[in-house]
């Protein structure tokens, strides 16, 4: 066995860069929520072609993800890195997982704030809730817990450290302890109206809370603020062109384009977890836009009436299906058999 390892090939230190690179891209992609860069091509609106991006320079500006539909930048490396394009779009100025001195002062206000309107509801953070045999799950360490008159809940404050499989595991054993949970987001300066680029998990807290997350900022105390992701549109500007190989003149443009991933926010007024939330059952569904499916979940979720247009949610449902439909492969169409004749017609 110890042979093997040492006759094993070692990585060279630029096999060690490329490897480095590589995983770089897809941690990326996954934040990003769209692998449509990794292979180093994007649409160069200027040349109105695909352009790697080792040809490209910029003064191909600008760039598109054709996946995505959204504005990629190109990026020419002087280190041993390969060129490549990475998207263009803001994210939310989230807590990142390396921010822990935030992350507890997040979790200290929300704790001495539900204790100061439920002295009784027995409030604390980072309390192991034991293993349980019996329902077979394993101990979990909630963020804050405790109780709200009878109601006991688990309040989780998600950074990007933690995975969607992980969200969904911890989700998971809370429900079969009947716990219900409320995952929040917590900020470091206020969102604003720009559209942004979730994170793939906000996405899927998205899609867990029935089209709402819920951000959180210093000050809010038990206080969060619920927002929606709403559709946002980028403007295909209006171009002429000659066609060389067409050898016609050609136009495009002049329209506005749904992005796919990038959304607009579309916030309700703050509400407080301690009366405008209810135990609510999650069953089981896929979205119709992620190949991940949500499980049963026992949810503590808002008592809001939905707040905003749902008419241009489906209205972009409909277009991303159809943009995302099988294409047909192009059948040539019998001609009906010449005329008996047909020699002597054509002479």
């Given at each position: 066995?110890?042979?093997?390892?040492?006759?094993?090939?070692?990585?060279?230190?630029?096999?060690?860069?490329?490897?480095?690179?590589?995983?770089?891209?897809?941690?990326?992609?996954?934040?990003?929520?769209?692998?449509?860069?990794?292979?180093?091509?994007?649409?160069?609106?200027?040349?109105?072609?695909?352009?790697?991006?080792?040809?490209?320079?910029?003064?191909?500006?600008?760039?598109?993800?054709?996946?995505?539909?959204?504005?990629?930048?190109?990026?020419?490396?002087?280190?041993?890195?390969?060129?490549?394009?990475?998207?263009?779009?803001?994210?939310?100025?989230?807590?990142?997982?390396?921010?822990?001195?935030?992350?507890?002062?997040?979790?200290?206000?929300?704790?001495?704030?539900?204790?100061?309107?439920?002295?009784?509801?027995?409030?604390?953070?980072?309390?192991?809730?034991?293993?349980?045999?019996?329902?077979?799950?394993?101990?979990?360490?909630p963020d804050v817990s405790g109780r709200i008159g009878n109601q006991r809940i688990a309040i989780e404050a998600q950074v990007s450290s933690l995975s969607i499989p992980k969200i969904i595991k911890r989700s998971a054993v809370y429900t079969k302890r009947n716990i219900p949970l409320v995952w929040l987001?917590?900020?470091?300066?206020?969102?604003?109206?720009?559209?942004?680029?979730?994170?793939?998990?906000?996405?899927?807290?998205?899609?867990?809370?029935?089209?709402?997350?819920?951000?959180?900022?210093?000050?809010?105390?038990?206080?969060?603020?619920?927002?929606?992701?709403?559709?946002?549109?980028?403007?295909?500007?209006?171009?002429?062109?000659?066609?060389?190989?067409?050898?016609?003149?050609?136009?495009?443009?002049?329209?506005?384009?749904?992005?796919?991933?990038?959304?607009?926010?579309?916030?309700?007024?703050?509400?407080?977890?301690?009366?405008?939330?209810?135990?609510?059952?999650?069953?089981?569904?896929?979205?119709?836009?992620?190949?991940?499916?949500?499980?049963?979940?026992?949810?503590?979720?808002?008592?809001?009436?939905?707040?905003?247009?749902?008419?241009?949610?489906?209205?972009?449902?409909?277009?991303?299906?159809?943009?995302?439909?099988?294409?047909?492969?192009?059948?040539?169409?019998?001609?009906?058999?010449?005329?008996?004749?047909?020699?002597?017609?054509?002479?």
């Amino acid at each position: 066995m110890n042979e093997e390892k040492n006759n094993a090939r070692r990585l060279t230190p630029e096999e060690k860069k490329a490897l480095q690179f590589e995983r770089e891209q897809l941690r990326h992609a996954e934040e990003a929520g769209c692998s449509g860069l990794i292979g180093g091509w994007a649409f160069s609106v200027r040349q109105k072609r695909d352009m790697d991006a080792d040809e490209a320079t910029h003064d191909d500006d600008p760039f598109i993800c054709k996946s995505c539909r959204s504005d990629a930048i190109l990026r020419k490396c002087t280190d041993d890195r390969r060129d490549h394009y990475a998207h263009h779009a803001r994210l939310s100025p989230v807590v990142e997982a390396e921010e822990t001195e935030l992350h507890k002062g997040c979790l200290a206000e929300i704790c001495d704030a539900l204790k100061q309107k439920f002295p009784d509801g027995n409030w604390g953070m980072n309390r192991p809730i034991p293993a349980n045999e019996k329902l077979g799950v394993g101990e979990v360490v909630p963020d804050v817990s405790g109780r709200i008159g009878n109601q006991r809940i688990a309040i989780e404050a998600q950074v990007s450290s933690l995975s969607i499989p992980k969200i969904i595991k911890r989700s998971a054993v809370y429900t079969k302890r009947n716990i219900p949970l409320v995952w929040l987001v917590p900020l470091k300066e206020d969102l604003g109206s720009e559209p942004f680029r979730p994170r793939l998990y906000e996405r899927y807290l998205h899609m867990m809370y029935f089209g709402r997350v819920y951000y959180w900022l210093p000050g809010f105390g038990t206080m969060l603020q619920p927002v929606h992701y709403g559709v946002a549109f980028r403007h295909i500007p209006f171009a002429e062109w000659y066609d060389k190989e067409a050898e016609e003149e050609r136009e495009a443009g002049g329209y506005e384009k749904a992005y796919k991933v990038i959304k607009s926010p579309v916030p309700s007024a703050k509400i407080d977890i301690t009366t405008q939330f209810r135990l609510q059952h999650r069953p089981e569904f896929r979205p119709w836009n992620e190949r991940r499916t949500v499980p049963p979940l026992l949810l503590w979720k808002d008592i809001l009436q939905d707040w905003w247009d749902k008419s241009e949610d489906e209205a972009f449902r409909k277009r991303f299906k159809e943009d995302n439909l099988p294409k047909e492969k192009h059948k040539k169409q019998k001609l009906p058999p010449p005329p008996m004749d047909w020699r002597y017609e054509r002479w």
